[in-house]
């Protein structure tokens, strides 16, 4: 059987010519010409497929190849320009297009660290980052985002300079590093930083080809920021396979049911709580009758979501990723065992490579889970960390999440984990989304306030669903706020974790 699994996996590698002949010549080509960089990736992808469409953003389309001449030709402007070069710092603010695709290979093969910000961030949060980071040599941001102070050049100017002519790049030894922010859903930031490895990715891919097959499907849906980590592996992975990529600047769940539809796209990337916001459409079955394979990530999938998928899209396979910005991705449920799921939905076993321990365990086995991979942040490769999440691992080594270390508030005497809080509230059946936060409260010294958002409008009452809430948990009276209304989501597609939204 595993001799089977490994024929597969090779197969699979074959098949989107990883270790043909070719292959490996024009990877070791990419790699001499660009450095071991993004661009090297993209080189690799633009020569094995040259005419195939590449990405699709705002109805402009491009070639593998055209997506290389403008990444070439904007990494040549970014340092004749505006003097980029090896070790500048450039923050790149901006919403998902095609000059943010360009400028993320364009600053990888000059050898700058290109820092990938939030564009939800306050002028002032970006101002703390600059401070923090000593500035940075050049901002890239989209006009309509906030003003910040330095050398600025937004992404409409850069794309006016792609038809000009251009100059031949020095060579690099390896590609800039990458940062992304962590924390985004609590306001407190923190860096996660990764160097361009010709192996790193790897790992990951091997996962997708072994246990999801994505290389049978050939175009993929991406809603999330490339901010993120998830949003910026997803895409990189997929144009190393040499997908059709589709990229949205805004999620729009009107506008992802006509894209998938017209496009017949097969692979849809999502934050779990996407999921009923596009099913709650007339007719969503039927538009998004061409996707083959969801996965889901970046956030908690409930019960309630993962069974109003399969239930609407039963030829569709979900699939549902774990990992954090610091150790990557590393874990993954498969659709066999979310359909097993009756009670909650497990976030995954640890996938080849990685060593996963649960610290500190309670009598119940619930503790905070440390991981340790070799495709971590630069500084924590192949070390152990922690996660701040606490879960549980079954007999069968499938591991389940039990909420935030950092997300456990007091309500008069009473130790209250919201994570934990939201998963019970989600475990309703005429429930979509649920956000916890806390209140200050003059008798307890905080109480809960709950946000619900109903899978359909009215189908639920407040007295209902505390006498449903006391059977659950012990603590109902803690909760002195319930608001029924959409969950107000970041743009990373998760719910922010203090304070009612206004």
């Known amino acids: 059987m595993q001799n089977k699994s490994h024929f597969s996996l090779l197969k699979a590698l074959w098949q989107i010519k990883f270790i043909t002949p070719k292959g490996l010549f024009t990877w070791g080509k990419a790699i001499h010409s660009e450095g071991v960089s993004l661009m090297a990736l993209l080189r690799f992808s633009a020569e094995t497929y040259p005419n195939k469409k590449a990405l699709n953003s705002e109805g402009e389309e491009l070639t593998y190849l055209q997506l290389l001449e403008q990444a070439y030709a904007l990494a040549s402007h970014l340092q004749q320009k505006y003097g980029i070069t090896e070790g500048s710092k450039v923050a790149l603010l901006c919403r998902n297009h095609t000059q943010a695709v360009l400028s993320i290979f364009a600053v990888s093969r000059l050898g700058a660290h290109l820092y990938l910000l939030n564009s939800d961030l306050s002028a002032q949060q970006l101002s703390d980052l600059s401070s923090k980071n000593k500035g940075y040599q050049l901002w890239i ?84 920021p490339l901010f993120h980590g998830f949003g910026l592996a997803t895409l990189l992975i997929s144009l190393a396979m040499g997908k059709q990529i589709w990229l949205t600047k805004h999620f729009s769940s009107l506008e992802t049911l006509h894209s998938i539809k017209t496009g017949e796209i097969e692979v849809l990337i999502v934050v779990p709580s996407m999921i009923p916001r596009l099913l709650q459409h007339p007719n969503a079955s039927v538009q998004l009758a061409s996707l083959q394979t969801i996965i889901t990530g970046g956030d908690r999938l409930t019960l309630t979501q993962a069974h109003l998928c399969l239930k609407e899209l039963p030829n569709t396979q979900l699939f549902n990723l774990y990992g954090t910005s610091e150790a990557g991705f590393f874990m993954l449920a498969t659709s066999e065992e979310l359909r097993k799921a009756t009670t909650e939905i497990p976030i995954g076993r640890p996938i080849k490579g990685v060593a996963c321990k649960i610290n500190n365990p309670s009598p119940q086995g619930v503790g905070e889970l440390w991981v340790a991979s070799k495709w971590a942040m630069s500084s924590r490769q192949g070390k152990w960390q922690a996660t701040g999440d606490l879960v549980y691992r079954d007999p069968q080594g499938l591991y389940y999440h039990r909420g935030r270390a950092d997300r456990m508030v007091v309500c008069g005497g009473e130790n209250i984990h919201l994570d934990h809080l939201e998963m019970v509230v989600e475990q309703h059946p005429l429930i979509a989304t649920a956000r916890a936060f806390t209140i200050d409260n003059p008798t307890l010294g905080n109480s809960i306030g709950l946000e619900i958002e109903l899978i359909e409008k009215g189908a639920l009452s407040e007295e209902r669903f505390r006498e449903w809430l006391r059977e659950k948990v012990p603590y109902s009276s803690a909760l002195t706020q319930i608001v029924f209304r959409e969950v107000v989501l970041t743009s990373t597609g998760k719910r922010p974790s203090s304070g009612i939204t206004q």
């Open 141 to 224: 941001t989209d006009s309509d985002l906030p003003f910040v102070k330095g050398r600025v050049v937004t992404t409409e100017e850069l794309s006016t300079l792609l038809s000009t002519n251009h100059t031949a790049l020095p060579k690099v030894a390896r590609g800039g590093i990458i940062s992304v922010l962590s924390g985004g859903s609590s306001g407190h930031y923190t860096e996660a930083s990764r160097k361009p490895s010709t192996t790193a990715f790897l790992p990951p891919l091997l996962a997708l080809l072994r246990q999801i097959g994505i290389h049978r499907q050939q175009s993929v849906y991406i809603p999330l």
